[in-house]
């Protein structure tokens, strides 16, 4: 943003960062109701899970855009600038935009506050009142939307969506949603509502069997991913992967997806599964026309060639444990000799899971950290020294990103991976 006054109202929306996280939906439904419930303007398809949000989200969208629907995207987080949480059909909210939408949410705030002066909403409650303010301006027919955390009380959570889409469960943001999966799951499941279809590609017997009482529950269909879908003639490149995909008895031959990593395979498959039961007519040649257009920064992101440097914003055991499949399968088909792992986590992750995925798989390891949450250099490399790997230590992410390419000969390796935050940083080099 170049105008100063625009600054101002950005700092405004980055100024309520220091409330932190607060569930509820309290704070989030007076600013609706206030903003004319924008959210009730369009259709919405709802995704929550602890990974594959973004891609199946965002190959959603660009289905849907594929076949001439206007169409808003929210995710989140982001890695450079907040206008990457909203998109319309495609492209970046504009700054001009959002200023008008902060504006907005800005004056219901200060209305508020004449009466409440400590009322103010989180920056992810800000973040998702702008976004649905902005669809319903742009008179968007769908709104693809990701939860932030959770499902239950996620400030996303006050739409009526066609679809409720839950991704996998496994542990994470334990002080929020509870220590175990189960109670996971049961917070991610309410976002399965009636008159609606609930899909999972969730494999679990005892997390299945959670959201399967969900459906039962709001009396709503559920669609299991790997029963109604299956992938064949997989073929995996470092340019794309090609494959067949069933869904639901019919045959789509020959789909391309630019985004890498077997893990992709399911994304797909759940988002394919979900627009064609919105009801609406869809084409398989633009499916395969979209699905080809799908791109998520930081997701097993090719960014150099000799040597290969691909950045991931692997978070949490589950992503890491996809990951190193994909590993394994290029390891097969020799597309590289060795790896070098340049990794930063946020400070509540789970290091010591994440280190015995991993760091097997590494020749070496360079250890650094985001500036904002990051986890101590120190903390990650106590694991280093448990698996017997040479490692060093960076406290800058550029200069940390130097060295581990320096490493690497032409026909080596190199992973980044780790926060957002981190490869936001290192991201800029590309």
Do not use: W
């Not at 594959?52 to 849907?64: E, F, H, M, N, R």
């Not at 759940?270 to 395969?288: D, M, W």
């Not at 448990?386 to 026909?411: R, T, V």
Request: with cysteine; aromatic share 8%; hydrophobic share 40%.
């Amino acid at each position: 943003m170049k105008n100063e006054k625009d600054l101002e109202y950005l700092n405004y929306l980055f100024s309520s960062h220091k409330l932190g996280i607060i569930l509820g939906l309290e704070r989030i439904s007076f600013l609706l109701e206030k903003l004319g419930n924008p959210q009730n303007s369009f259709k919405s398809i709802h995704i929550a899970g602890t990974n594959g949000k973004g891609s199946t989200a965002t190959a959603i969208s660009k289905i849907l855009e594929e076949h001439g629907f206007k169409i808003g995207l929210y995710t989140s987080p982001h890695m450079k600038k907040f206008n990457e949480r909203i998109r319309f059909n495609s492209k970046e909210i504009l700054d001009t935009d959002l200023v008008h939408e902060i504006k907005k949410v800005k004056k219901v705030i200060e209305e508020r506050q004449k009466t409440e002066p400590s009322f103010m909403p989180t920056f992810f409650e800000f973040g998702v009142a702008i976004a649905y303010s902005f669809f319903k301006r742009k008179k968007a027919d769908f709104a693809v939307i990701e939860t932030g955390l959770g499902g239950r009380l996620d400030a996303t959570n006050i739409i009526q969506p066609e679809i409720s889409i839950i991704t996998n469960v496994s542990l994470e943001h334990t002080d929020y949603l509870g220590n175990t999966v189960e109670k996971i799951a049961k917070e991610k499941a309410e976002i399965i509502k009636k008159d609606s279809i609930a899909i999972t590609a969730e494999k679990n017997p005892k997390i299945l069997k959670i959201i399967k009482d969900k459906a039962r529950e709001v009396n709503v269909p559920l669609l299991q991913v790997q029963k109604q879908t299956r992938v064949s003639n997989h073929f995996f490149g470092l340019e794309k992967q090609k494959f067949d995909l069933e869904v639901q008895g019919e045959k789509i031959k020959g789909i391309e997806l630019s985004l890498l990593g077997e893990f992709q395979l399911v994304n797909t498959a759940t988002a394919v599964l979900a627009v064609k039961n919105l009801g609406i007519k869809i084409s398989n040649e633009k499916i395969k026309k979209a699905l080809k257009k799908v791109f998520v920064l930081g997701r097993f992101q090719v960014v150099k060639r000799n040597p290969l440097v691909v950045l991931d914003a692997g978070h949490n055991p589950g992503c890491f444990k996809e990951i190193k499949k994909t590993i394994q399968l290029m390891k097969k088909n020799r597309m590289f000799r060795k790896m070098i792992l340049l990794i930063g986590l946020s400070s509540d992750k789970d290091a010591e899971k994440i280190s015995r995925i991993i760091f097997p798989l590494a020749s070496e390891i360079v250890i650094s950290r985001a500036r904002f949450r990051g986890m101590d250099i120190k903390k990650i490399a106590g694991f280093a020294d448990k698996h017997k790997k040479p490692y060093i230590g960076f406290h800058d992410s550029q200069e940390a990103f130097d060295f581990a390419l320096n490493e690497a000969d032409k026909k080596d390796f190199l992973l980044v991976i780790g926060s957002i935050f981190f490869l936001g940083e290192i991201e800029t080099h590309f």
